[in-house]
T-cell receptor
């Protein structure tokens, strides 16, 4: 897990505020993902990126945006946070080739009041 | 609709017993499956994977079985230990989805001493 880091680990914010979650990886992987996890539900894909110039929407991209600043960095933004975006957010990475495993960061717990 | 799901939301076992966690999938085009373990406050951790051209794969104390006929996946943990207590997720890669993973809701495994 130390290969994929997320900041902050916990965040409390108010409705309407802009917030950015950061993800960095030292695995040298080109593919990066942002997921959201809600209690009792599986991981839902928000956005993913196959390289620096490639950004793709996932299943639940509304209300979110991303930026792939470099191969190692992928940030998730909530332009105007709302309470139903309270959740656990995970970043994941995956390399090229036949190994299709995704490796996850430790997560960011976000509370929107 | 199509989904990745789990038969049981919770499983309690005695230390030393074997555990079996089940997962059903409905997409016949799925060609790769992963089991993840998620401990409280941590990100999902890769346990074991299997491709659709295999029926069984073994790791250290874990075995994954794939039955494509009934679209069923299971994770067997031998000699379950307290440290195995966690939520276990299955994930599938559907053949035409550029490597995206779809996750089940998870099963909470509790190991009693």
């Amino acid at each position: 897990d130390a290969d994929v880091t997320q900041t902050p680990r916990n965040r409390i914010t108010k409705t309407g505020k802009r917030i950015m979650l950061e993800c960095s990886q030292t695995k040298g992987h080109d593919r990066m993902y942002w997921y959201r996890q809600d209690p009792g539900l599986g991981l839902q894909l928000i956005y993913y990126s196959f390289d620096v110039k490639d950004i793709n929407k996932g299943e639940i991209s509304d209300g979110y945006s991303v930026s792939r600043q470099a191969q190692a960095k992928f940030s998730l933004s909530l332009e105007s946070a709302i309470p139903n975006q309270t959740a656990l957010y995970f970043c994941a990475t995956r390399g090229q080739g036949i190994n299709e495993t995704q490796y996850f960061g430790p997560g960011t717990r976000l509370l929107v009041l | 609709g199509e989904s990745v799901g789990l038969h049981l939301p919770t499983l309690s076992v005695q230390e030393g017993d074997n555990s079996i966690i089940n997962c059903a999938y409905s997409n016949s085009a799925s060609d790769y499956f992963i089991w993840y373990k998620q401990e409280s406050g941590k990100g999902p951790q890769f346990i074991i994977d299997i491709r659709s051209n295999m029926d069984k794969r073994q790791g250290q104390r874990v075995t994954v079985l794939l039955n494509k006929t009934v679209k069923h996946l299971s994770l067997q943990i031998a000699a379950t230990q307290p440290g195995d207590s966690a939520v276990y997720f299955c994930a599938e890669k559907r053949g035409s989805t550029l490597g995206r993973l779809y996750f089940g809701r998870g099963t909470q495994l509790t190991v009693w001493p």
